[in-house]
């Protein structure tokens, strides 16, 4: 299996960090999760680039990192932002770049119970009251999923573990 490029997206807190390093592991390929590369490469915070240069300028460069990305040759794993699929032509990009983009659906109740226990990590939820979080959540899942379900495959996650979630992804390579 050469050259393969595998892309995942879903919420924040569907496991996309944690399942795409088991599936790089497990490849023995690079994992690449496209926030920190932002962060690597403007040398700041993602938190600090909305803060300061707003986020017209960070959606500009996370389609030029995008880009940067997918011009090496590399086989690698991507975790995309949970926001990044919704943006410019993002989700037709991924799609024309590699056959194997993973949407990783995780339920509201699940979800929910995850960014919980990460709330006050997350800055996107870190003001909501803990009883705000399960509607900002399916409301936000709802305008997201149309850009979402545009991925290749669906990854169902009923409460799996992160490996069992990568060895579904491994199993189901185009």
Do not use: W
Not at 4 to 21: A, C, E, N
């Amino acid at each position: 299996m050469n050259n393969v490029k595998i892309v995942l997206v879903g919420y924040m807190g569907s496991g996309k960090s944690t399942v795409g390093r088991i599936v790089a592991n497990h490849l023995n390929i690079n994992f690449l999760d496209l926030d920190d590369y932002i962060e690597e490469n403007e040398n700041m915070s993602i938190a600090s680039i909305f803060d300061t240069k707003g986020e017209i300028y960070f959606r500009k460069k996370e389609i030029e990192y995008l880009n940067k990305i997918f011009s090496t040759d590399d086989s690698f794993v991507l975790s995309l932002g949970g926001g990044t699929p919704c943006f410019g032509d993002n989700m037709r990009l991924v799609n024309d770049k590699t056959a194997n983009s993973f949407y990783l659906n995780v339920g509201i109740d699940e979800l929910t119970n995850r960014l919980l226990k990460e709330k006050n990590h997350r800055p996107m939820i870190s003001h909501l009251q803990d009883e705000e979080l399960t509607e900002f959540i399916g409301k936000h899942l709802f305008e997201r999923s149309f850009f979402y379900n545009q991925a290749h495959q669906k990854i169902k996650s009923n409460n799996n573990t992160p490996t069992e979630i990568a060895e579904m992804i491994v199993n189901k390579l185009a």
